[in-house]
């Protein structure tokens, strides 16, 4: 099952400079893995260390946020896409 990726500017250099990357997956958790086994520096910019995803790290699928739905568990359609956007923060 493909899902596309689209990560943001911040990250792409730790893709070797890509805004899109193909991975497998039928979940958003499982396709994050396939995203670190191409990727394995991206790892440490998203996962917690624990299984989870940084705090700062939003992630939506085809536009809805996991947070309000399953979490990494959150199943991803085949050509589905995962965004990752870091959190903003500032006064």
Do not use: W
């Not at 990560?7 to 990357?21: E, F, V, Y």
């Amino acid at each position: 099952m493909a899902v596309t990726v689209k990560l943001p500017t911040q990250l792409r250099a730790a893709a070797g400079g890509a805004s899109k990357i193909e991975v497998a997956g039928e979940t958003v958790g499982a396709a994050l893995e396939s995203l670190y086994a191409q990727h394995p520096e991206l790892k440490d910019s998203l996962s917690d260390g624990d299984g989870g995803l940084r705090r700062f790290v939003n992630v939506y699928v085809d536009g809805e946020d996991v947070r309000f739905g399953d979490g990494l568990a959150t199943p991803v359609k085949d050509g589905g896409e995962i965004q990752v956007l870091p959190a903003v923060a500032g006064g």
